[in-house]
């Protein structure tokens, strides 16, 4: 055999080695076994380095896994207007029913000191509005329907009790992570609209409305807390 037939065959086995640990890895990604579990847990830790790196790590376990991006919610909708349209309604009106009515009834306080920096506050504006686009309505969107969703729907399947499990737990999850930066205040109305925003992708298994709703609501927060209308809100029904 001459050199040149050599690596010939080394060649092919190499092409053929090649897809084959690459299946391997998907496999392993897809599954609940060692690597599989220390990618959720990767994941998962993304956020506490930078947002929205959890998101992004989503989108390379996705890669990786061979797991179809529809999957993961990222299906075409039937029309990007209605999408887009309902989304943005959906979002706002939710955002108003909290502040006027559901979040007063709780207890909470009119003014979010959290972020009452904002007031009047033109030069926040811009990284403001861009987080709640892309940490907000992108990343957690991604994380907690989109890939949540998914691994969960691999454990116990996709029936009506599994299902409500799993919205109950990403909502349970999403609320709790915003106790530190909010206080109860956060926890209660991120458990409400995670159970809004849970319900929405579990009907539709569509990331795309809960993404712009998600959006809408917190930056029509902003809106509020910029102009300092927080508290007229909050007092517009119950004084």
Do not use: C
């Not at 050199?3 to 897809?19: D, F, G, N, R, W």
């Not at 009119?110 to 009452?116: F, K, L, R, S, T």
């Not at 539709?204 to 809408?216: K, Y």
């Amino acid at each position: 055999m001459t050199t040149s037939h050599v690596a010939a065959s080394l060649s092919m086995i190499e092409k053929q080695a090649t897809p084959d640990r690459d299946h391997q890895l998907a496999a392993h990604l897809r599954r609940f076994g060692p690597i599989g579990i220390l990618a959720i847990l990767v994941i998962l830790a993304g956020n506490f380095i930078i947002a929205p790196l959890s998101a992004l790590l989503v989108l390379l376990w996705a890669r990786l896994s061979n797991t179809p991006w529809r999957e993961l919610g990222f299906a075409r909708p039937a029309s990007w207007t209605r999408t887009l349209l309902f989304g943005a309604s959906f979002g706002i009106a939710l955002k108003f029913l909290l502040k006027a009515v559901v979040m007063p009834l709780l207890g909470a306080p009119p003014v979010n000191q959290a972020y009452h920096y904002l007031v009047g506050n033109t030069a926040a504006l811009p990284g403001i509005v861009l987080t709640m686009l892309i940490v907000a309505g992108f990343g957690e969107e991604t994380l907690f329907r989109g890939y949540l969703f998914e691994r969960f729907d691999k454990l116990w399947g996709t029936k009506a009790a599994g299902r409500m499990t799993t919205v109950l737990l990403t909502s349970a999850w999403f609320a709790l992570l915003h106790y530190r930066e909010q206080g109860l205040p956060g926890v209660e109305q991120a458990a409400i609209t995670g159970l809004m925003f849970g319900t929405m992708y579990a009907a539709t298994r569509r990331l795309w409305i809960p993404m712009v709703a998600h959006a809408a609501f917190d930056l029509t927060a902003v809106a509020m807390i910029y102009y300092n209308v927080e508290s007229d809100i909050a007092h517009l029904f119950l004084k």
